[in-house]
């Protein structure tokens, strides 16, 4: 008589007398812990693909990210320096052009007040002849 055998191992009991199915019991769970840890082994070693790809990813993106901004930084740094010295360009001609308008009204303040001085005088000089002839002077 041919005895029937299952595969699966929830069917053993069928075919294994009560005392063995402790023993079987034991040794499947061992089995299918040890497939299981293999299973886990394989899902952790993809995983750390996956991240170790991502990590090379977030990298590539950072490094880009980080090449980018130090080109706009010295962008930024070199339109700066150039606008400094348009600025210093621009203050050193206003400040020669407030020197040479300083210069220009002292010049004037000065014509003008010898000009003044000079009507002064001349008028005084005049107004002292004049008041001079009343008096039988010169």
Sequence with gaps: MAM???TSPARLDLCVPKSHT????????KAQ?????KQLEGLS???RKQVDSLSQDARKQY??????MRARYNQAMSEGKK???TMRSYASDAEANLEA??????????T??????KNVTEGAAKAKSGISSWFGGK
């Excluded at 812990?33 to 840890?37: I, N, R, T």
């Excluded at 490094?63 to 980018?68: G, K, L, V």
């Design 33 to 37: 812990g040890k497939d299981m840890q």
């Design 63 to 68: 490094d880009n990210a980080s090449t980018e």
């Design 101 to 110: 308008a300083r210069k220009e009204a002292a010049a004037r303040m000065n």
């Design 112 to 117: 003008a007040v010898d000009s003044f001085d």
């Design 45 to 47: 070693a993809d995983a």
């Design 83 to 85: 606008l400094e010295s």
């Design 4 to 6: 029937y055998v299952p």
């Design 22 to 29: 402790h023993h079987l019991q034991v040794d499947s769970a």
